[in-house]
């Protein structure tokens, strides 16, 4: 199973998006969360749990996504150091989730959801 | 046209969207959020409940947009709600209007959509099935003619690749599905041939 | 005073962006939140109450950001109704926030914020 | 260079920072979120806290590396963090290392900072610091020299617009200020001229 995980500086930020993106494409979409560390921040042991407790829950494969640069240096600190592959994507935060989310509800693999997510900087909303 | 066949009509687009609701879910999964028909089916609900002939096409026509930008309904329903609301000020202020004054209105609706969505044809979103036939209506084709040319460009849409809203975020993955917004905009037209038509 | 304006399906999301911008970019950027009528949407009546309640609060000036392109379409419809002008922005949602508010929280104007919000969609987060 | 150089090193590093804290914020204020010196000054600590004469560089270079990637801090902490775990791995397990080696580790930790902030000479961040202090090291420049030119490195960021960091959103209004993360840049390498010339 492919998840995604959302990485924030608050907590709130990542779960949000979450709900919204399980809105848009379904509960079977497994999305975790981390951030949000001391109120306010990102630190490498907490992305670190999170991505164990997906594991742990069966992914094999983990599209990752940060709100801010710090978010996203941390998520590369840590896939150097997991189990499970995965794939550090620099794309908006909101409009990559639901992409990637998209993707991954009908059916595209990891890299796919990958390219969706990228390309949502070069999209536009109507 | 007749402020009782405008009532007629929506009435009708009601009923049809109503009976393809989950189509019109279904085809909004495959490339959205499969919502297409419910967010339809809720907004032209109210709409049926408070449109009655109120004597002015104008006020009639900016009610059902008005009640379609305040029911909950996804970038559809915000669209053909501007749409209406800015259609309704070329409409008159009272029970009639003749052919070109409904073309009129149809134009002003379908620019103020385009300048809302920014989707032009081929970008898989319903201007695909809009411009076209508003297109041919203003030509002089018979609105059962536009209605059924509708429906082919509804089903025109499945091999290209969404370039606006949501569903262009699915990429190639887009390819393969009618749009459902186009699908729906085909049922408007239907509708509206029956309307005139009988 | 030039406020922000979030809009979002699930009103959740645009209130953790807002304290999000607000841990960023201090307590002095005002930013109004409005959507997720009835669980999960955006309408025109939400809308137009926060404007109003922002220009109640002394707002000049709205930037506004949607999530996704209907919260977007009806930001412009209820920018035609409104007393206050408001630059509705097409950006990336959490990333555009973040910029319009370092550019008000450091003294630029309605404009300029809309520009670094826009400009959002061309940056990379590291 | 020792390893109680080294210890030295960071606890002069962070008397500095500590000293600075207030102009770094002021400095991240003007063109970020106000947090540079709060942040390091706070990763430093728990650094000094903890740094002790282990008796193998490799390790403490790796405790100071984990501790500012654990300890939560911005953008610089991560990608500090991130540069000393990887420089750690060309440290010897000795309490002691030759110039050569600490160039090396030097080397190996600014690659890392341009891998994970994708960062170059020009984009207004410490890397404008870190790139041409490397590289008169490394040309064989005296430390002190090399960090009174860190010091005039960090100030030529005042005109750049930054390309990369939180500031980038700023566009043209980060013109006009010195980057913070520069200047913190800029105290680590007076802090190791000093005790490299002690
Ligand atoms: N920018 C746009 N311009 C024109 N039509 C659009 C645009 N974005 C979406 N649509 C239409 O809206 C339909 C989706 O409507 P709906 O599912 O009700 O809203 P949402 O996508 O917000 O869930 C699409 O099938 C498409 O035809
Ligand atoms: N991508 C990057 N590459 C190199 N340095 C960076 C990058 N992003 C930020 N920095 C440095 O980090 C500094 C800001 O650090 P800090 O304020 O502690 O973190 P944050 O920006 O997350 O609040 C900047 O002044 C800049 O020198
Ligand atoms: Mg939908
Ligand atoms: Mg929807
Ligand atoms: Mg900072
Ligand atoms: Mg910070």
């Known amino acids: 199973m492919i998840a995604l995980l959302l990485v924030s500086h608050l907590d709130r930020v990542a779960a949000a998006v979450r709900d919204l993106i399980t809105e848009l494409a379904g509960a079977d979409v497994v999305v975790g969360t981390a951030g949000g560390t001391s109120g306010f921040g990102v630190d490498l042991a907490t992305i670190e749990a999170e991505i164990r407790r997906l594991s742990d829950r069966g992914a094999t494969h983990i599209v990752a996504l940060g709100d801010m640069g710090s978010s996203v240096i941390l998520l590369e600190e840590s896939a150097c150091g997991a189990d499970v592959p995965i794939e550090v994507v620099d794309a908006p935060f909101l409009e990559g989730a639901v992409a990637s989310a998209m993707v991954l509800a009908t059916g595209g693999g990891a890299s796919e959801a990958r390219t969706a997510a990228e390309a949502a900087y070069d999209l536009r909303k109507r | ?198």
């Open chain 2, 1 to 198: 046209m007749t402020e009782s066949d405008f009532v007629a009509l929506w009435r009708a687009f009601y009923d049809k969207v109503t009976a393809k609701r989950d189509e019109l879910n279904q085809l909004d999964a495959a490339i959205g959020d499969g919502d297409h028909g419910t967010n339809l089916a809720r907004g032209l609900g109210r709409v049926v409940e408070e449109l009655k002939p109120s004597g002015s096409l104008r006020a009639s026509c900016r009610m059902v947009g008005m009640r379609l930008l305040s029911t909950v309904g996804g970038a559809s329903g915000a669209l053909w709600g501007s749409a209406l609301v800015s259609a309704s000020t070329v409409l008159p202020d009272e029970a009639q209007m003749n052919h070109e004054t409904a073309l009129a209105a149809l134009s002003r609706g379908i620019d103020q959509m385009r300048a809302r969505g920014k989707a032009e044809v081929g970008d898989k979103t319903m201007m695909d099935v809009w411009i076209p036939a508003v297109t041919a209506l203003e030509s002089g084709a018979p609105v059962g003619d536009v209605a059924a040319q509708a429906m082919s460009s509804a089903e025109a849409t499945r091999p290209l690749q969404a370039r606006r809203g949501r569903a262009a975020y699915l990429g190639s993955r887009s390819i393969g599905h009618v749009d459902p917004g186009s699908l729906s905009t085909a049922l408007w037209w239907e509708a509206l041939a029956e309307v005139v038509d009988s």
